[in-house]
C-alpha cells in the first residue's frame, strides 16, 4: 500500500536520512521505532510532502507521490497525524475535527464521521465547544487523532502519539490504535515506546541515525538482543 | 461639550471604519500570507480611479462599483501572487528571506503601479462629489450623508468577511493556514491556492477601500503611501495575524486620529508614528495580541 525506496534527506548539508526502504500492506499496523533524532519525523514529513527530498521515491496505492503536494496526498486517503498534536489552538474541539475533513471528499460526509468519532472517542462530544488548548494532553492527543481520521484514512501515520503522556493514557491510546486497524485502517505507528509498540504492531522497522538498522515482525524484535539492549534496558 | 466628544467619536468611528478595512486587507497578506505588502496603497489608489472612471466616464453609481472593484482587483491580487510572490516563496530558502524578498518586490511594484495610474489617469488630482449633503444628529452634530455611507459599507463588508471565514470551506481553510501552514496543509488545504486567495481578498478590500475613500477625498496616483503605513501601524496595533485584531484597531487609531486632529490637525499622522513606536518597544504583539 505505501512503498518508501531509497530516501536519502537532508537539512541543508547535514544527512538525516540515508536510503531508507520501508513497505507497508494493506491492513498492518506497522511501528517505526528509534531514539530521539534518529529521522522518524523527517521520514514522515517527506512521505507526506511536507518536506522535499534529496533522491528516492513513495509510491502509494501504487501510484507515485513524489511530485504531489501534503493536500493531494491527503486527498488520496493519507493521513499524517503530527508530533506535538499541532492543534489548531484558536478553534473549539469540534472545528478543530471539522478542519480534519477538510478534502473535498470528507467534507460532504462531516457529519456522518463526526459521529463514528464521537463513538471513537466520547470525551470529544463531551468537550465539543471547549477551545482545544484547554484539553488534557491526553485528550489533545485523541483530538489530533480524532482529527486525522475525519478525512477517512486507508492509511494513518501517527507520530509519537504516546510523548507526556501517563501511562494509563498511553495504554488507552494504544487500544484505540489496534481497534483503528481491526476497522481495517492501515497504521503506521511511530514511537519510542518500544515495548508497548511492538506489542500492538504485526511488523516493526527500526531507525538508527537515519538507516533502517533491524526490521522484522514484532515477535522476532522483541527477542531480538539489540532490541532489548538498545530500547528496553534489559 | 457633549457636542465635541460626540463630534471626535463620531470622525473618529467614520475614519476608522477605512483604516479597519485597509488593516484587514493587509492582515491577510501579511499575517497569513506573510508579503508585508508596500503597495496596499496603491490598490486603494487603483481602487478610487476605478470608481471614479466608472462614475466620471461611464455613469455608474459609485456604491455600485464596489461590484466592480471588488472582483477586478480580487482577480488582480490572486493573479499577482500566483505569478510572482508564489515563486519568490519557492525559491527563498527560509520564512525570513521570503519576507524580506517579497517585501522588495512589493516596493517595485508600488512604483509600478503608481506609473500605470499616471500613464491612465495623468499626474493630477481627481475628485467628483456625491451623496455630498450634511445629516444632522441630534444636539447639532452634522455630518455629510457619503462619510456616513462609507462607515455603513466598511462594517458591512468586514462582516461579510467575517462570516465568510467562520462558516465557509474556504474560509475555514485559510483560519487554519493563518494559524499554523504545515499543519493545515496535512489536513488536506492547499497552501498555494489559500495564499494567493488571502492576497487577492487583501487586494480586494484595499480595492474597496478605494472606492469608499473616493467618496469622500480627491485620489491621485501618490495618495497611497500614506494609507500602507496607517495600515501597518493598525496590524501591528490589533496584533499580527489577527483579522479581529486588525478590525477593532482600526476602528482604535481612527478614534485617536480623531482626537489629536481636534486639539492639533498638524499631529495626527505625528501621533500615530508615536503610537507605532511605544507599541513596538513596549508591547510588539499588538494590544489585542497573546
Ligand atoms: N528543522 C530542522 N533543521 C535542522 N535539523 C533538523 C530539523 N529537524 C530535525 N533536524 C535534525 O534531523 C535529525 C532527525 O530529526 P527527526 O526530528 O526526524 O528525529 P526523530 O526521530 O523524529 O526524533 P524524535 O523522536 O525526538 O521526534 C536530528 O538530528 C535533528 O536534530
Ligand atoms: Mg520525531
Known amino acids: 500500500?505505501?512503498?518508501?525506496?531509497?530516501?536519502?534527506?537532508?537539512?541543508?548539508?547535514?544527512?538525516?536520512?540515508?536510503?531508507?526502504?520501508?513497505?507497508?500492506?494493506q491492513g498492518e499496523l506497522v511501528a517505526l521505532v528509534g531514539a530521539n533524532g534518529a529521522g522518524k519525523t523527517t521520514l514522515l514529513n517527506t512521505i507526506s510532502g511536507l518536506m522535499p527530498k534529496a533522491s528516492g521515491s513513495v509510491k502509494f496505492l501504487e501510484k507515485s507521490i513524489d511530485n504531489l503536494l501534503p493536500s493531494q496526498i491527503v486527498e488520496m486517503g493519507f493521513s499524517h497525524i503530527p508530533e506535538g498534536r499541532k492543534l489548531f489552538s484558536g478553534m473549539s474541539v469540534r472545528?478543530?475535527?471539522?478542519?480534519?475533513?477538510?478534502?473535498?471528499?470528507?467534507?460532504?460526509?462531516?457529519?456522518?464521521?463526526?459521529?463514528?468519532?464521537?463513538?471513537?472517542?466520547?470525551?470529544?462530544?463531551?468537550?465539543?465547544?471547549?477551545?482545544?488548548?484547554?484539553?488534557?494532553?491526553?485528550?489533545?492527543?485523541?483530538?489530533?487523532?480524532?482529527?486525522?481520521?475525519?478525512?477517512?484514512?486507508?492509511?494513518c501515520a501517527i507520530d509519537e502519539?504516546?510523548?507526556?503522556?501517563?501511562?494509563?493514557?498511553?495504554?488507552?491510546?494504544?487500544?484505540?490504535?489496534?481497534?483503528?486497524r481491526d476497522q481495517g485502517v492501515t497504521v503506521l505507528l511511530i514511537e519510542q515506546n518500544v515495548k508497548q509498540t511492538l506489542e500492538i504492531a504485526d511488523r516493526a522497522y527500526v531507525l538508527e541515525n537515519g538507516r533502517v538498522?533491524?526490521?522484522?515482525?514484532?515477535?522476532?524484535l522483541l527477542e531480538s538482543d539489540h532490541i532489548r539492549k538498545a530500547y528496553m534496558g534489559l | 461639550m457633549i457636542e465635541t466628544i460626540l463630534n471626535v467619536v463620531v470622525d473618529g468611528l467614520l475614519i476608522g471604519g477605512i483604516y479597519a478595512l485597509i488593516a484587514v486587507g493587509l492582515s491577510l497578506q501579511y499575517g497569513v500570507a506573510k508579503v508585508l505588502n508596500i503597495a496596499h496603497g496603491e490598490f486603494i489608489m487603483l481602487g478610487g480611479f476605478i470608481t471614479w472612471t466608472s462614475y466620471k466616464v461611464f455613469g455608474i453609481n459609485p456604491l455600485l462599483s464596489v461590484a466592480i472593484c471588488g472582483p477586478l482587483i480580487f482577480v488582480l491580487g490572486f493573479v499577482l501572487h500566483l505569478a510572482l510572490f508564489k515563486r519568490i516563496r519557492m525559491t527563498s530558502e527560509t520564512e525570513g528571506a521570503f519576507e524580506g524578498n517579497s517585501m522588495l518586490a512589493c516596493f517595485g511594484l508600488m512604483f509600478i503601479i503608481q506609473n500605470v495610474a499616471i500613464l491612465i489617469w495623468g499626474a493630477g488630482i481627481k475628485g467628483y462629489s456625491y451623496l455630498g449633503f450634511p445629516v444632522s444628529f441630534g444636539g447639532g452634530a452634522v455630518f455629510p450623508a457619503n462619510r456616513l455611507t462609507t462607515l455603513a459599507v466598511a462594517v458591512i463588508i468586514c462582516i461579510v468577511f467575517y462570516l465568510f471565514l467562520s462558516r465557509s470551506h474556504m474560509g475555514k481553510g485559510i483560519r487554519a493556514a493563518a494559524q499554523d501552514p504545515d499543519t493545515a496543509q496535512l489536513v488536506g488545504v492547499d497552501i498555494n491556492r489559500v495564499l494567493a486567495l488571502c492576497f487577492g481578498f487583501g487586494a480586494l478590500m484595499a480595492g474597496l477601500a478605494g472606492t469608499l475613500v473616493s467618496m469622500c477625498y480627491k485620489v491621485e496616483p501618490t495618495m497611497g503611501l500614506e494609507y500602507t503605513i496607517i495600515?501597518?501601524?493598525?496590524?501591528?496595533?490589533?496584533?499580527?495575524?489577527?483579522?479581529?485584531?486588525?478590525?477593532?484597531?482600526?476602528?482604535?487609531?481612527?478614534?485617536?486620529?480623531?482626537?489629536?486632529?481636534?486639539?492639533?490637525?498638524?499631529?495626527?499622522?505625528?501621533?500615530?508614528?508615536?503610537?507605532?513606536?511605544?507599541?513596538?518597544l513596549v508591547k510588539p504583539t499588538g494590544i489585542f495580541g497573546k
Open chain 1, 161 to 180: 502519539p504516546s510523548n507526556g503522556l501517563a501511562p494509563m493514557a498511553v495504554l488507552e491510546l494504544f487500544k484505540i490504535i489496534s481497534s483503528l
Open chain 2, 231 to 280: 495600515a501597518i501601524i493598525v496590524v501591528v496595533l490589533g496584533g499580527m495575524g489577527s483579522i479581529l485584531g486588525s478590525f477593532l484597531g482600526g476602528i482604535l487609531l481612527g478614534l485617536i486620529g480623531s482626537l489629536v486632529s481636534h486639539i492639533e490637525p498638524g499631529l495626527t499622522l505625528a501621533s500615530f508614528y508615536l503610537i507605532f513606536m511605544i507599541l513596538l
Open chain 1, 95 to 155: 472545528e478543530n475535527l471539522e478542519m480534519g475533513a477538510y478534502p473535498k471528499r470528507a467534507w460532504k460526509k462531516r457529519e456522518e464521521t463526526l459521529r463514528e468519532i464521537y463513538n471513537l472517542f466520547p470525551i470529544l462530544e463531551e468537550r465539543s465547544a471547549q477551545f482545544a488548548s484547554t484539553l488534557s494532553g491526553g485528550q489533545q492527543q485523541m483530538l489530533a487523532m480524532g482529527r486525522g481520521l475525519m478525512s477517512k484514512p486507508r492509511l
Open chain 1, 213 to 220: 538498522v533491524l526490521e522484522g515482525s514484532s515477535g522476532e
Open chain 1, 1 to 25: 500500500m505505501l512503498k518508501v525506496e531509497n530516501i536519502q534527506a537532508f537539512y541543508g548539508k547535514i544527512q538525516v536520512l540515508r536510503d531508507v526502504n520501508l513497505d507497508i500492506n
